[in-house]
């Protein structure tokens, strides 16, 4: 089984389910998890986690994400980006009046934290049944608003109508409905024209690839080579090798006694002698508990086992 993480970018017209499907038969293995849903539309950065992997999957949905939007102003839709019905379309002279600093202020406005009411366009499900399949019925369902945190917003380029500017977010922050939201405050309403994933987490556009690309690298027999490793999600814990002597409890994850010079509570990356990485685990007393383990037992010979 292939266990790691593939870096991929989505083009547009692909779903994420696409991505995950093309990869299964990429890679000959139904193992394969994505770690959070891009529109159709949008572009970007999509981690999927193949084998062993898939049990960070959560782990990188929690993770901030930052996109690069393009507002545009004046237009509303049902879908609150350019793929959508116009519901509105704002006056010519309302949007002259809106001056580029006032946009500015309007948009930096929504940086911190603040709560958002998902759209009736996305994959939330209720009563068992995704909001789109309701909206695409003409059933409007009420929802919850959420709490979301915005870290930073960066305007990029003004040319009014149009404003193009990066935003670092929570999870569960829908950059359409941050723009209509945006476009409401102005008065002339608002929707997402381009979207573009730039970061998840640790992962970066500058390092995806297409599923063209990692289909060659497979083909070529180079897939390991783009494959980026399970603990590369918690390199900011400090990696320690176990002795020798603790194989037994490590591969059974049992908790392992610390190095007698470790004795502050801390969370680390453990590896066996081999250097493979066994889990995350937590130092308390002295004592190394797992709190997610990653061990594939059939890397591991009986005789390290013994």
Do not use: W
Request: glycine share 8%; charged share 25%.
């Amino acid at each position: 089984m292939i266990n790691g993480i593939l870096n991929v970018y989505k083009e547009p017209g692909f779903t994420s389910h696409d991505v995950v499907a093309k990869l299964r038969g990429i890679t000959c293995q139904k193992k394969i998890g994505h770690t959070g849903t891009l529109d159709p539309a949008a572009t970007g950065v999509l981690p999927v986690c193949l084998g062993k992997a898939t049990k960070v999957c959560a782990f990188l949905t929690e993770q901030d994400k930052t996109y690069e939007a393009i507002l545009l102003l004046g237009t509303t839709t049902d879908t609150q980006d350019a793929t959508g019905n116009t519901l509105r379309q704002a006056d010519s002279e309302d949007l002259k009046n809106i001056a580029p600093e006032a946009a500015v202020a309007a948009i930096l406005s929504f940086t911190g934290v603040s709560f958002q009411i998902p759209p009736m366009y996305s994959a939330l499900k209720k009563n068992g049944k995704k909001l789109y399949e309701y909206a695409r019925a003409g059933v409007e369902i009420e929802r919850a608003s959420r709490k979301i945190t915005i870290s930073d917003i960066r305007i990029i380029d003004i040319e009014l109508p149009r404003i193009r500017f990066s935003v670092t977010c929570s999870k569960g922050t829908y950059i359409r409905t941050l723009c209509d939201d945006i476009g409401r405050k102005l008065g002339v309403g608002g929707c997402v024209e381009t979207l573009k994933r730039t970061r998840v987490g640790v992962f970066n556009i500058e390092n995806s690839l297409t599923l063209r690309e990692i289909e060659d690298a497979s083909r070529d027999g180079q897939l390991n080579d783009i494959l980026i490793g399970i603990d590369s999600m918690f390199e900011e814990f400090p990696s320690v090798t176990v002795a020798e002597e603790y194989n037994k409890l490590l591969y059974n994850g049992c908790p392992v006694p610390a190095d007698d010079r470790k004795t502050a509570d801390s969370k680390a990356r453990l590896y066996d002698m081999e250097k493979r990485f066994i889990g995350l685990y937590e130092l308390n007393e002295g004592v190394y508990r797992p709190i997610r383990l990653f061990l594939d037992r059939e890397e591991i010979s009986v005789n390290n086992q013994a």
